[in-house]
């Protein structure tokens, strides 16, 4: 069964204190790793795609990079404005469209 | 603006009603999901379709039903036979590539509550 566990649950940073939230995995090969940002009673907002390991991607002050069992994503010098859930979910590489599989999320708060 | 639209923000619901959520997208996606999503949980998938007239089960859907009679439509109507329906409920879409990477955009979400 395909499985994603994110971690730390909550996560509280001083502005400008860098850190990483962490995604493992566990699927039968594959597709695609996604990451989004949800802010409270809104909708996940897409982020990044990561496909293959070794895999890097950045935006602004986000970077994600990917390995064959996890996925970080990296937060530099936050600000306020970064705080948010961050959700990782997985796409098997089987034959046709299937669904992702989401991990419970990460709440990011960042003080001034 | 191309995108995906829920209605009602906020809905209301007393036990043994059926209600439906609305769903519609602008995008010219194929692939249309829904998913509910509680608090301190992930996002579990209740239904998913991937063309007209046609739709697939999630992991959740007991309590649930859908249709897809047209491409940029996905109604949700959650049944008196769901147990415990108070959530938060998202829609998204994808292009549905096939053996592609396919990434899901998701709407701004309908909060239901049964009072």
């Known amino acids: 069964e395909d499985q994603v566990t994110q971690s730390p649950e909550a996560l509280r940073l001083q502005e400008g204190e860098s850190s990483s939230l962490n995604c493992s995995y566990t699927?039968?090969?594959?597709?695609?790793l996604f990451w989004y940002r949800q802010d409270p009673g809104k909708g996940p907002e897409f982020l990044f795609t990561?496909?293959?390991a070794g895999e890097e991607k950045e935006k602004e002050r986000l970077k994600a990079t990917l390995t064959k069992k996890e996925s970080f994503l990296h937060i530099t010098a936050p600000k306020p404005e970064d705080s948010a859930t961050y959700l990782c979910a997985v796409q098997a590489s089987v034959p046709g469209n299937t669904p992702l599989v989401f991990g419970k999320g990460t709440r990011l708060s960042v003080i001034a | 603006d191309g995108g995906i639209t829920q209605s009602p923000k906020y809905l209301f619901r007393k036990e043994g009603q059926n209600v439906t959520l609305s769903c519609e997208q602008n995008?010219?996606?194929?692939?249309m999901y829904w998913y509910r999503q509680d608090p301190g949980q992930g996002l579990r998938l209740i239904y998913y379709s991937q063309i007209v007239n046609d739709f697939q089960k999630g992991d959740i859907a007991e309590g649930y039903s859908v249709s897809r009679e047209k491409k940029e439509s996905f109604p949700l109507t959650v049944t008196s036979a769901q147990k415990n329906p108070t959530a938060f409920y998202l829609c998204?879409?994808?292009?549905?590539?096939?053996?592609?990477?396919?990434?899901?955009?998701f709407g701004p979400g309908t909060r239901l509550t049964v009072l």
């Open positions: 990561l496909y293959s």
């Open positions: 995008l010219n996606h194929d692939a």
């Open positions: 699927v039968s090969g594959l597709r695609g």
């Open positions: 998204a879409s994808s292009i549905d590539a096939g053996a592609s990477t396919d990434t899901q955009y």
